[in-house]
């Protein structure tokens, strides 16, 4: 299986809907993943599993995968929806195999430019916590402490199109769904004043060898 044969499935369907700088999101992670090499998916928070453009429904702790099977593995919007991560990484230190290419992707949890400042009172209003907050700008560190050698880390600026009030209301929801917000109340008044406009969504990436 080569990398381009996954290429237009990578993460949930949301983040072909940012729109950034030099593309979407789904660009933006597909660019990170090595080409030629298979890729197995671990996304929504930990429990589904995607191989060869097949899902299944897993345990974040128990991948149904033999030792040293993967020679990319990412993980999508997934480390700060996992309480204890320690069981995952020692999954993916498992199944990687030697030199193996572990790319996470989370939010971006650092206000990093005026259009974040200017709506992270939106963001807070969102409500919600984390199940793993350390999963954000610990990231990095999750990785090293995990014995993973992290070779990039860096983020990007993307945009939620909200068309009309119902795009509005209905993206708290899509946010939540997707992982790129915390789970929490929903409410769809939040973000109704910026119908016709867009909502900012910072992400962080991040390339690991085992």
């Known amino acids: 299986m080569r990398q ?3 290429s237009d ?3 949930p369907p949301l983040l072909a809907s940012l729109a950034g700088r030099r593309g979407s999101a ?3 992670v597909r660019a990170a993943l090595p080409r030629d090499r298979a890729l197995v998916e671990l996304g929504d928070g ?5 191989i060869d453009g097949r899902t299944a429904a897993v345990r974040p702790e128990t991948l149904p995968l033999a030792d040293d099977a993967v020679d990319t593995l990412l ?12 069981a995952l990484f020692a999954e993916l230190r498992r199944v990687l195999r ?13 206000v990093r430019s005026f259009a974040e400042l200017r709506t992270a009172g939106v963001r807070r209003a969102l409500g919600g916590s984390w199940p793993n907050s350390a999963g954000l700008d610990h990231a990095g560190w999750l990785l090293t402490s995990a ?4 070779l990039k880390d860096d983020r990007a600026l993307f945009f939620l199109p909200l068309p009309d009030e119902a795009a509005a209301r209905g993206a708290p929801a899509a946010l939540g ?3 790129l917000r915390p789970p929490g109340l929903v409410d769809a008044e939040v973000l109704t004043p910026l119908a016709g406009g867009s909502l900012p969504v910072a992400l962080r990436r991040l390339v690991a060898r085992r």
């Open 4 to 6: 381009n044969e996954v």
């Open 26 to 28: 789904a660009d933006w």
């Open 98 to 110: 030697p030199a193996g290419t572990l790319v996470a992707v989370v939010p971006s949890g650092t």
């Open 9 to 11: 499935a990578v993460g």
């Open 46 to 50: 930990g429990s589904r599993l995607r």
């Open 147 to 150: 014995d993973f050698a992290v």
């Open 177 to 179: 769904t997707a992982g």
């Open 75 to 86: 993980l999508s919007l997934v480390l700060p929806l996992v309480p204890r991560p320690d």
